[in-house]
């Protein structure tokens, strides 16, 4: 990372990264980074887990350089279908770091993890495109324009959910997202919405799932006199706070606080996770199984 | 504290802490502080907190040298209760560090929690004594005695229990135990060990509650694919794991964690927690009203 | 908080704060909030600090509402000079918050800092006026702009750094400022202009001082290995990065990181510690007595 | 973990972990995985990390299970060093589980650093032989006792040091002590010691290195009215405090506290920080490299 800028330098977006899920069985680590050896891939990041290493899951992530690559990307994840993904069996996706992913944002009002967010996408923190942000109240429209992305309020009443929802989900296939944040977006999502979107939808809870499920986990923190309070990054799936978690933090609180400083501070640790786990998953960091999730 | 050893140098142990609660009105630290001053009680630390200045409660904690005090500790007391307590409708304790809380242990078979009170005490950390360590087994005879402490077996079973938890009440009472303290005791106390032993009873609970309730919570956890677990320190009141709440912590854990590891590293907070939740206590900086603690 | 909105409800905005160091002897606390009481001042939090009982120095924080006040400030502010502060030696500030404090912004280029501290202050969680914002580089103007700061740049080299500085102390006089903040400014400012502004200055230090003190703090870490870093904010005094101390925090960092990556990582840390120090300055909750602070 | 418990279950002490350290080029990953594949090695956990893919130096962790291997251990390990180890340059280790490490503890007159590892290792969260200790006082003679383990007095003055450290590696030597941790132990070793001894040694210093360096860093933490105070492992070298960091962790403090209460907060980091790097240790995780460390 130090060494001198030599023609031989490889091109930070010339790579790509792979994620593995299969049963673990022997064999796996060597026939995966032989096959990359063969090809001339060079091995950046190696990351692997396993369940148990007796009939259990095994996980692995990849990160390497195409720069020496002696097949094309077709016929390279042709191969490696061939030669390595179906013996094993292996659930697999290959993620270029030439085409960023691209996020929809869905808010409400409150702007602290929405804004959050645009600057890390600002700043290179975050490697993604943002094609859309869609919300049910137009408070935050200056905000979205001063960083040049397209804004559409979608008002959501009990009557007209059905129709908002088709509507959102219209918006984000336009726009060609790749998931979906929620970042304090105020209203539940049905089954239909994640099933006419398909894609990954990851949301912010601002409690420290599983305790307080629900409206106002802040008022029931208060009420339980909790000595800490916290937030969870989560996959959306149909039931409600209970999908598979990618981070979680807390925070210390004393005696001192109301409900509304409660509110206050937590602000600060929502943005915080939620950037934690849109980075996870815009790098390829997590892998879903069963209500769970690897973070590599 | 780091001045020249006088010979004005008050006697460290010659100080009470003067613990208040109260509905709240304009003039209570004005009342309180004129009282000590007028008699000569020279304040070391002060806390309080108002829940909400109008028609809130008011919570207080003095720490006072008794060395220049006018007055014997009995017509000390009665004076007060007099012109300050009764005046203002204080529910009020005064402690003297001379007499340090008696505190009975009740242990199971993970000796974590129960040796790190031992030894916590035994370095001068803890400033209590310690008249009785009962257990529902005998696994840990042998660390009790080498700390010359009396160790009971009481067994349990679901038969005897009634009869088993009115023996360790009366073993508590026969000690003058002020408290007690659940080192990781693995028994459910009843509502008649509860009111017959009449004194604060403090558990830790190894998660973080209202997170997992009741039993294995750190397989609850892995089940969840929680990404922090903890530890909670609490009275214990007749519902389960619902008293008031006062220390928790965590820690942060990943998909790398079986429930044995979880186990092992929840170890450390249980302890910390656990060792920090009683010396609040023991140091009279826990004030209980309804289910919640001000924690000073 | 959670009272009906009666009529007799005080106003928010009509509060003060009072702070007081002074040496430490009997009867401070009775003298205080007796005149308080005796004043109709209605204390809402309180909050008092010894060094040491014998011969140490006593700090001391107290918020009252006004409402209730049978004075008018300035007479009320000379009664407590004549009757309390005077005989017992004190130096005392007392801040309306209907008179929000005027906060100065120096930046460069980084806009991290810069950014959180607009937001914070957009979303009311920063009870300050900012009148100004002075940047040596013309890269963050449309964020200022956005927010409707004035927003002047002030070039600085080796040559001109005495006018340069002239001109800035000269613009924050200008403003009204009552204290500025380095929001990662990059440049040392001379004893004249700490003299010349002579009010107090926050900076914002990438490092856990005093460890690595000075330029490049993250290749400084890095090179050590240290497995935590961290940010200090202070106050700015002529000796560098060497200012009492507000608040300091750390992240945990691993072997994986890189120069780059602990400069990313640690922008959270810094926008996080300069605004809880911001904020205790704002509120009045930080003294300064020698080298150090109570923050209270 | 949660299989049936087969005849085919693995025995948890059969396995061995390799280490490697070596100059980064393409193919290492797959030569490795190959060769313990092509031999029966069935790998339970793998790490890797590279300073630099291009110039930079690759380190690797793999834990494997013996129960499939072709091979006994001294051909398996003369065959990885001709077929893996010479053609990629590699410094390599490999350690077997059923050979647990011999740990000799250093110490004066604080307990806490020492009672924690002898707890741990008795509850079986290190995975350590403890054939001696050794102290410069008798105090802690009992503790040692308890669990069985030689205790020797070495007195050390300035006249008798090199003569008393030359005693205390022969001692070591004798119990065949794979490395020795410092345990508080107050005196500074010489080159000559650790050349004697010429094996890894673990110290805890009781600060944020590199801040306060050498002697009562409590006291000038206090000093400097840091809000954070920390604790550091490290492998111990010539320059005082200034080996290889293993491990880091720090607490919040406030003006509140004195330099003994900050001695006292400080035990309880001290002890984690130092379980924590001699964990790692014992686990064959830590790879040094200059003057840092790798932590898998």
Redesign the interface.
Known sequence: ???PS?P???DPLNTATLTITCPDR??I??AV??F???H?A???????????????TFFMRMEF?LD?LDLAREPFERAFAQVVAEPFAMDWTLGYRAQPKRMAILVSRY??CF?DLL?RKR?G?LHVEIPVIISNHDDLRRDAE?FGIPFHVVPVTRETKAEAEAEQVRLMHAAGADFAVLARYMQILSGDFLTGFGRPVINIHHS?????IGANPYRAAFN?????I?ATSHYVTEELDAG???????IPV???E???SLM?MG??VER?VLARAVKAHVDDRVLVYG?????F
């Open positions: 990372m130090t060494g030599a031989s330098m490889p022997q064999g680590v060597a980074s032989q990359l050896f063969a001339g060079n091995i950046i990041h190696s990351d692997q887990h396993s369940t148990d290493p007796v009939g259990g350089h020496g702007d602290h804004l600057w700043r923190e001063m420290f799932l599983p305790a307080f339980r006199g909790v000595k800490l916290g598979p978690i990618i981070a979680q933090d807390v004393t005696h001192r109301t409900p509304d206050r602000r600060d915080q209500n769970k999730t690897v973070v």
